[in-house]
């Protein structure tokens, strides 16, 4: 199983734009309407088919980051042209939607106690900063 992007004739340039961001990416088959590759070994599939259909934030891919360095990077190439939103979230300039996010997050969140400045320090940001939630 993998999931299907479906490009207005941009298939490529997506493809080959998210495997010059993802380390052990790269396109592994292609015709003038399907362009598979993988990103970190995961695989998708590039459709072009048409304009009838656009992306919107009800779909998008996570990102977990072990570092800040991390969020910096990602949240900087893959916002490049694009939206960048609050919360860790992004539109790149294909308009697909990412959420760049700390791996931290989850054990945060799961202290009760923690939890509720954990929510009110992210809900000011916009790019996850991930020291300002740990200090909350």
């Known amino acids: 199983m993998y ?20 380390k052990n990416s790269r396109i592994t088959a292609e015709n003038s309407i399907v362009v598979n590759f993988e990103l970190n070994g ?10 009838k259909y656009k992306f919107t934030p009800a779909t998008s891919f996570v990102i977990e980051c072990e570092t800040q360095e ?4 990602y949240w900087k190439k893959l916002g490049e042209g694009g939206r960048y939103d609050q919360c860790g979230w992004l539109d790149d300039k294909f308009g697909f ?33 991930i020291k300002t939630l740990i200090d909350a």
């Open 70 to 73: 991390e969020i910096d990077y």
């Open 3 to 22: 999931p299907c992007l479906w490009f207005d004739g941009q298939a490529k340039a997506a493809a080959e734009y998210y495997c010059s961001i993802f």
């Open 42 to 51: 995961y695989k998708f599939m590039g459709l072009n088919g048409g304009p």
């Open 97 to 129: 939607s990412w959420q760049v996010v700390p791996a931290v997050l989850h054990q945060l969140m799961a202290d009760p106690e923690k939890a509720p400045r954990v929510i009110e320090a992210f809900m000011k940001m916009s790019k996850f900063d």
